[in-house]
C-alpha cells in the first residue's frame, strides 16, 4: 500500500538514518535525507515545513525534546503528530509532563491513546 502522505498529494522529506521502505523509497514524491533528525534540524538551511510527524522510537522526554527543537523548522499555524512511547512506570506523569512542555511552542488539538497501541499517546498539535 502507499505511504499515507504522498497518497494525499504531499511531498515528503524522509530524515532517517537508515534504509527506507522499498515501497517508500520508490516513490518519486519522498525525498530521502540518511542523517540524524537533529543533524538535519541543526543544517536544514532555513526550510520550513507544513507538517512535522515523529513516529521514532525513543522515549517521550526525548521526542518532546526534538519537537521543541523542531518547531522552528515548522511554518506558525503547522501540523504537528508525534507518538509518545510511553512505558508502565509512571505513564500519566510522563504524559502529563511532555504535553506541558509541548504547550511552550503548540497547541495541542488532540492527545489520545488509541485503542490498538497502549504503549503510546498520538498528539497532534499546531505551531503557535
Known sequence: ?????????????????????PSVAADHRVHHVRTT?????????????????????????TSTALMLEAARALRPGGLAVLTLKITPRR????????????RSCYEIEFARQLYHNRNEVTVVARRR
Do not use: H, I, Q
Open 91 to 102: 505513564p500519566a506523569e510522563v504524559v502529563r509532563s511532555a504535553l506541558g512542555r509541548l
Open 37 to 61: 533528525t537533529g543533524a538535519y534540524l541543526r543544517r536544514r538551511s532555513g526550510t520550513v515545513f507544513d507538517v512535522l510527524v515523529n513516529d521514532m522510537k525513543m522515549d517521550a522526554e
Open 1 to 21: 500500500w502507499p505511504p499515507l502522505l504522498p497518497s494525499r498529494g504531499l511531498t515528503v522529506t524522509a530524515v532517517d538514518a537508515g534504509d527506507l521502505a
